[in-house]
């Protein structure tokens, strides 16, 4: 065929077809959906600004026996109200708090829970809210420490939250039923020696429970993240701890040790730990795990009077302060002075508060 009349046929041929489909014919094809690039969302953490420390007043009030708060927590059944626990040596109290110090009750944890097993403070270090069943929640007191004595296994007691009658006045001691009490005996895995520990919080969405070590790994500055999990926690009676991270837990060496206290934010969204005046917090990107095992250095961090982080005392509690939704309002610390009795409550507060977005 002659190329004139090659052409001819050609220009034929394009005129049946309707011009949106030659518009169609002229752009490049997509590619695959297989070979396309997926771009990751890279998130934006915002730590927020916090005010200076502020004394509210002294913990306890005017109770000279509360004289060690080596674990702060605040409620989200009572708002305003923050649990606190005593010290190795000290008698097995649960203490409420109110947000100006006050003592507003106190429950004694009974010798032994509903199946038989002893109760004593060894060493109480700190103190945290989950899931107990139904609506009710938690109160979960870590005997994690390992002072004064040698131990080969610690334990948590899960309290079912107490009710509270202010009304009934601070000096009245309410004594909890076993029944309401439960001991949980946790231990490092075979070969594990048994480590310091002074930092719990519980996962809200998954009921895990997550023990950060005081002391740091192989003298450097990071110290060791073990999960209990819930399913042990809830029906057992000893649950080996699992590690799941290491954690930058000290920015100086004033002191060779690490965290002393933490906290998880009651919609899951904030950790924090704390040692001394250096608060570390992450925004949670997945599971506790998924987020401190690829992220061991905090994206907040920072030391009292930076103003990017909360401002801490040198004391052993760290607590988020939270409003009526569960919102991260500020922070509580106090703290743990044994030769001082009712040390101050201390409060920053954030404006604004931390956020994330993408």
């Known amino acids: ?5 090659t052409l001819a046929v050609l220009a034929a041929v394009l005129a049946l077809v309707p011009a949106c489909d030659r518009e169609t014919a002229r752009r490049p094809s997509p590619p ?9 969302v890279v998130e934006r953490v915002s730590c927020g600004r916090w005010s200076p420390l502020e004394d509210v ?3 306890g009030g005017a109770d000279a026996d509360v004289d060690e708060v080596s674990g702060l927590v605040e409620s989200r059944r009572h708002p305003g109200v923050l649990w606190g626990i005593l010290d190795n040596g000290n008698p097995r109290l649960l203490f409420a708090f109110g947000e100006d110090g006050r003592e507003v ?9 509903a199946s038989g097993r002893p109760i004593e403070n060894v060493d109480w270090e700190d103190i945290a809210i989950g899931p107990y069943a139904g609506d009710a929640d938690a109160v979960w007191i870590a005997d994690i ?10 334990d948590l007691y899960r ?3 107490p009710e509270l009658d202010t009304g009934r006045g601070p000096r009245r001691t309410v004594e909890l039923d076993p029944a309401d009490v439960r001991r949980v005996t946790v231990r490092y895995p075979p070969g594990e020696y048994v480590h310091n520990a002074e930092s719990f919080f519980v996962d809200p969405d998954t009921g895990d429970g997550f023990i950060v070590t005081r002391g740091l790994v192989r003298r450097s500055n990071r110290v060791g993240v073990w999960r209990a999990p819930a399913d042990a926690l809830a029906g057992g009676d000893e649950v080996e701890l699992e590690k799941v991270a290491e954690v930058v837990g000290r920015m100086d060496h004033r002191h ?6 933490a906290d998880i934010s009651p919609d899951g969204e904030w950790i924090a730990v704390k040692r001394l005046d250096e608060v570390f917090m992450w925004h949670r990107t997945g599971t506790v795990e998924e987020t401190l095992h690829p992220m061991a250095r905090a994206p907040c961090t920072g030391r009292t009077g930076s103003g990017g982080v909360p401002d801490a005392d040198d ?14 309002v500020g922070m509580w610390s106090t703290l743990d002075t044994p030769d001082h009795p009712n040390p101050p409550l201390h409060r920053s507060s954030c404006h604004p508060c931390p956020s994330a977005s993408p």
């Open 57 to 59: 007043g002294p913990t």
């Open 159 to 161: 309290v079912r939250e």
């Open 1 to 5: 065929m002659r190329a004139g009349r």
């Open 256 to 261: 060779d040790y690490g965290p002393t206290a």
């Open 32 to 40: 695959p959906k297989a070979t396309a690039t997926v771009v990751p």
């Open 105 to 113: 009750g106190r429950f004694e944890l009974p010798h032994a829970d």
């Open 315 to 328: 004391g052993e509690s760290f607590a988020f302060d939270i409003d009526a939704t569960g919102a991260v």
């Open 145 to 154: 420490g390992t002072y004064p004595v040698v131990r080969a296994t610690l």
